[in-house]
């Protein structure tokens, strides 16, 4: 679908403009205004004519309409919040606190239609993968790359991809339980895409139900050798996790903070889970909000 001689900069060519509207909690693909209306490939009518074996006439879906459309389809879905609509991974915001993260997601971007074939994904230390959890403090643009990613993925792979703020999810997950489905039935609908981006793992206090219905969710990923990845503001170390102010102190306890690992926030089964198929990473650097990145 590349164009030769000229770069659109609505869309870097890839034909697929985001945007955002107003009544719209989700950034928004369309077809960007470069791209030949009527398509050159089909002059517009969808089809293209081929013959089959006995050379008999047939039409075929235009190849290029359909896969445009189809990614467009893939980046509405993925569910990108609008305010990180320019979100992509690009080498301009690469610096010395995330060389190496972006390495690692430019790793995957290169070899994920490959594992998504049933090959294996690789660190560069030879470990196999099925994930990466991108842990550190607010601000230091790990929500920014990751939608860059979901960006990478969506169009300019066409590889499907959910991205989801952890309450989200827990949230969708309670519903299918209200709606009285069975676990299988509650987490089938995340088991469409072949990737899932949780952002803010382990925000809040969640309750039994909640980590269990997650922990089965992460197995059936696994099993089915899908790719999870997840953002979090907690480490693995007490020193560099977020602290919280307690939720049980009054006044007399203002000054008293917790600091809970990811281990702590969501539960023994699920932090042994995700160290077998996951890469941590930490992300550490400035406060990327105050910087105008995001
Ligand atoms: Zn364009
Ligand atoms: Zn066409």
Aim: proline content about 3%.
């Amino acid at each position: 679908m590349q164009r030769s001689g000229y770069k659109c900069l609505k869309c870097d060519d890839s034909g697929i403009r985001l945007s955002i509207l107003a009544r719209n909690r989700y950034a928004q693909a369309t077809l960007c205004d470069c791209v030949k209306i009527p398509c050159p490939t089909c002059k517009g009518s969808g089809f293209l004519l081929e013959n089959d074996e006995q050379q008999r006439e047939i039409a075929i879906t235009c190849p290029d309409c359909e896969e445009r459309e189809r990614r467009i389809r893939l980046y509405n879905s993925a569910r990108v919040p609008k305010r990180f609509v320019n979100s992509r991974l690009q080498r301009e915001h690469r610096d010395d606190s995330n060389t190496e993260i972006f390495d690692l997601l430019e790793l995957i971007v290169r070899n994920l239609p490959d594992f998504l074939h049933g090959l294996d994904l690789q660190r560069p230390d030879d470990e196999l993968f099925k994930g990466m959890v991108l842990m550190g403090p607010p601000g230091t643009g790990k929500t920014h790359l990751m939608t860059g990613f979901t960006y990478q993925c969506t169009v300019m792979l066409g590889i499907s991809c959910v991205f989801q703020g952890f309450s989200e999810l827990l949230s969708e997950l309670r519903q299918g339980y209200s709606d009285g489905k069975s676990d299988v039935e509650i987490i089938e609908p995340h088991l469409r895409a072949d990737l899932l981006i949780i952002d803010d793992l382990g925000k809040g206090r969640n309750t039994d139900w909640e980590l269990s219905i997650l922990d089965t969710l992460i197995s059936e990923r696994y099993n089915r050798n899908q790719l999870i990845m997840a953002t979090t503001n907690f480490t693995e170390q007490e020193e560099t996790t977020l602290k919280e102010r307690s939720l049980a102190g009054d006044k007399a306890d203002k000054e008293h903070y917790i600091s809970d690992t990811i281990r702590k926030r969501v539960g023994e089964r699920i932090y042994s889970r995700l160290q077998e198929m996951c890469y941590f990473e930490n992300l550490s650097g400035p406060d990327r909000r105050t910087e105008d990145v995001l």
